[in-house]
């Protein structure tokens, strides 16, 4: 049982940065793939990355690919996504997720964040 929960999200201008953190709880944090998904109004669910259990692989979409880096502290049980020159087309709610797979989809989500909004402004 993991219990993950979002923050960092906000409004920043396009070219700026932010990083998001997950927080989570259970002691089984480290054996899982830890992913970053983002949703738009009105477009399906995206993937973003993805860090395999020790941090030694990452996976990355080719939108966000050179941008964004994600990582993870086993030990403070926290992943993070820096994202560095965001876009307007960034903008949207982005949810972390505890996955049983290293792969760019869901199917192997167990556990999803409630989401936090990012919001790039033109």
């Known amino acids: 049982q993991v219990q993950l929960v979002e923050s960092g999200g906000g409004l920043v201008q396009a070219g700026g940065s932010l990083r998001l953190s997950c927080a989570a709880s259970g002691r089984t944090f480290s054996g899982y793939v830890m992913d970053w998904f983002r949703q738009a109004p009105g477009k399906e669910r995206e993937f973003v990355a993805a860090?395999?259990?020790?941090?030694?692989?990452?996976l990355y979409a080719d939108s966000v690919k050179g941008r964004f880096t994600i990582s993870r502290d086993n030990a403070k049980n926290t992943v993070y996504l820096r994202m560095n020159s965001l876009k307007p087309e960034d903008t949207a709610v982005y949810y972390c997720?505890?996955?049983?797979?290293?792969?760019?989809?869901?199917?192997?989500?167990?556990?999803w964040g409630q989401g936090t909004q990012v919001t790039v402004s033109s």
């Open positions: 860090v395999s259990w020790s941090g030694a692989s990452t």
């Open positions: 997720a505890a996955a049983t797979s290293f792969n760019r989809g869901w199917t192997g989500v167990a556990y």
